[in-house]
């Protein structure tokens, strides 16, 4: 975890698509195979809103579309037991769960096993 720029309070945490893959809370990204996953680096920040983070990606130095991820539309989508979350433009699906286990993790210091 690293802040972004100096004197920046936001936090930006990195990982290679496989790794999420790996830990669950990458589902898939379309058009991408698995085997090329670690490839794509993913990358979360938060933002100057709180509980929204925005999300990019990169594939051998291509961007991947970025988009939001709203902390309490994915409470809300476990809720209503949704197991995953597709961005469309990007075509990356996300499980639930271990999204807000992940970004509990990360940015807010709190773990907690999802069950």
């Known amino acids: 975890m690293k802040k972004s ?13 496989h790794k999420l893959y ?3 809370v990458l589902v898939e990204i379309e058009k991408v195979p ?18 929204v983070f925005e999300v990019s990606g990169k594939l051998s130095g291509f ?7 709203v902390f309490e539309n994915l409470l809300q989508l476990q809720y209503e037991r949704v197991s995953t979350l597709k961005f469309e433009a990007s075509g990356v699906v996300f499980n639930v769960k271990l999204l807000i286990s ?14």
């Not at 720029?5 to 936001?10: A, L, M, Q, Y």
């Not at 961007?63 to 991820?69: A, H, W």
Request: charged share 30%; net charge positive; glycine share 8%.
């Open 22 to 24: 790996e830990k669950g």
């Open 63 to 69: 961007n991947i579309d970025k988009f939001n991820v």
């Open 102 to 115: 992940f970004l509990n993790k990360k940015f807010y210091g709190v773990y907690h096993e999802p069950t």
């Open 34 to 51: 698995t085997s090329s996953f670690k490839a794509v680096t993913i990358e979360f920040s938060s933002t100057d809103q709180v509980g």
């Open 5 to 17: 720029k100096k004197g920046d309070r936001r936090k930006t945490a990195r990982y290679s698509a």
